[in-house]
């Protein structure tokens, strides 16, 4: 197998699990916002919410 084609896999490998990366966080913060809207519920004036959990880590 020719290095060119090696380096190819390689970075197809790491987009793919770049992009897992991306979908379990999008999910973590849809989880998130889900609980506190639910967690509020029936208040008016439901508690806010940082928009970007984790963003500090």
Do not use: V, Y
Not at 12 to 41: C, M, N, P, V, W
Request: hydrophobic content about 15%; overall charge negative; glycine content about 10%.
């Amino acid at each position: 197998m020719s290095a060119e084609k090696i380096e190819k896999g390689r970075s197809s490998a790491e987009s793919g699990a770049g992009k897992q990366g991306r979908q379990k966080d999008q999910e973590s913060r849809e989880h998130h916002l889900d609980k506190t809207i639910e967690d509020s519920f029936p208040a008016s004036d439901p508690p806010s919410t940082d928009p970007n959990p984790g963003g500090d880590e």
